[in-house]
């Protein structure tokens, strides 16, 4: 886009500006998200944080709409426990009537606890299918797209918030913002510069 304009930037300075503004923009989309249903999927993925392998923990809706996500240093009842408890803290979200999980032990060791406290209702189910799952795993392929070509992300807080940009991104193309229609990239382009008080 930069060389369409003649002007020469390093990837190095874009990495600046993503670091910088991906927070933002995450922070900025959240209000006009567009409300989410009641039955989560949530799953993980692999991402490359400094040469080592660490969890990503996504959630999507029946319908496939972004919920939340967390990067984790492993994937365990606590770090489950965290991402529940961050999904439900979100605006744009609603406690869940189901949530359907692959077959990480690490899911129903978290239930039991989140219940007693009442962060979810006891009568939310907890379905472990992988099958059932698919939504969720299809949506991670969009941000492994993105990520896989950066060959590794550098730190764990450069990763935290060039994920927060990728996710943000995704959200707006998948037609989650109030306004915005999928594959809109007029009205995407528009929300993006008046987020920002830019010209587009």
């Not at 032990?105 to 406290?117: F, H, I, R, V």
């Not at 991104?169 to 913002?177: A, D, E, L, T, Y």
Request: glycine content about 6%; proline content about 4%.
């Amino acid at each position: 886009m930069m060389a369409e304009r003649g002007v020469e930037v390093d990837h190095s300075t874009i990495n600046r500006w993503v670091l910088k503004d991906a927070p933002e923009l995450d922070k900025r989309l959240r209000p006009p998200l567009h409300p989410t249903n009641a039955s989560w999927g949530v799953d993980e993925t692999d991402i490359e944080i400094k040469g080592e392998w660490q969890a990503l923990d996504r959630a999507v809706d029946s319908k496939g709409n972004t919920l939340d996500f967390m990067p984790s240093a492993k994937r365990d009842r606590k770090a489950a426990a965290r991402f529940c408890h961050k999904g439900l803290k979100a605006q744009h979200t609603q406690a869940p009537r189901v949530i359907t999980v692959a077959k990480n032990a690490a899911d129903p060791a978290a239930m039991e606890p989140l219940k007693a406290e009442e962060t979810i209702a006891d009568e939310t189910a907890l379905r472990q299918s992988k099958y059932l799952n698919h939504i969720v795993e299809q949506d991670h392929r969009n941000i492994k797209r993105i990520v896989k070509p950066m060959m590794g992300l550098k730190s764990f807080n450069s990763a935290s918030r060039t994920l927060r940009g990728i996710e943000a991104m995704h959200m707006i193309r998948k037609g989650q913002v109030k306004g915005i229609s999928q594959g809109d990239s007029v009205s995407q382009a528009k929300f993006i510069s008046e987020s920002f008080g830019v010209r587009a």
